[in-house]
């Protein structure tokens, strides 16, 4: 028990260091990503998102329409919880697929948080549309990203639960 208690402390301490030092790389994959996916949607004037730093910075290419910023950073942090939580376990090839599975997550998250930040302040949008988007984001900041990193870790541990009950 007092091992899998100081993995998840040397865990979460890995990945804070990691998630801290390699946020503003990790901003410009994620904003490119997102700008692929906001050109879906005609309203936002085909965005362009750049990151500086910890923010994510968007303003539109095609039409006179408000910027945005975005805090990249709080988007991304249950990744800590991710390396902690894996490395209880010290299950390595399982969190090489997770974090992908997190990283396509941040990817639609940032999309959302930019969709939420203009149905906010733009007229183009209906109160049903507003009340979704912003619903969303809201959701998504407080139970969504921290239960996609249980439900990758739960189900990592299936299979190896299967074989012991065998």
């Given amino acids: 028990m007092l091992l899998r208690a100081l993995r998840f402390i040397g865990g979460a301490l890995a990945g804070f260091l990691f998630w801290w030092y390699a946020t503003p790389m990790y901003n410009g994959v994620m904003a ?11 309203r936002l004037c085909g965005p362009r998102a750049q990151s500086v730093d910890r923010n994510i910075f968007v303003s ?3 039409c006179v329409a408000p910027t ?8 991304t942090y249950n990744i800590i919880l991710l390396a902690a939580l894996f490395a209880m376990r010290g299950r390595f090839l399982p969190f090489l697929a997770s974090c992908i599975v997190v990283m396509l997550t941040h990817v ?7 969709e ?3 149905a906010r302040t733009m007229k183009i949008y209906s109160s049903v549309e507003q009340n979704l988007w912003v619903g969303t ?3 998504w900041r407080l139970a969504g990203m ?11 541990e299936q299979p ?3 074989r012991k009950s065998r």
Avoid: H, M, N
């Fill in 160 to 162: 190896r639960a299967a």
């Fill in 60 to 62: 539109p290419r095609l």
């Fill in 32 to 42: 490119s990503g997102a700008t692929q996916i906001l050109q879906l949607d005609k």
């Fill in 108 to 114: 639609l998250s940032l999309a959302v948080s930019i």
């Fill in 146 to 156: 921290f239960a996609i990193v249980f439900a990758c870790w739960w189900l990592s």
């Fill in 116 to 118: 939420s930040t203009y």
């Fill in 68 to 75: 945005a910023t975005i805090p990249a950073d709080q988007l």
């Fill in 137 to 139: 984001e809201f959701f």
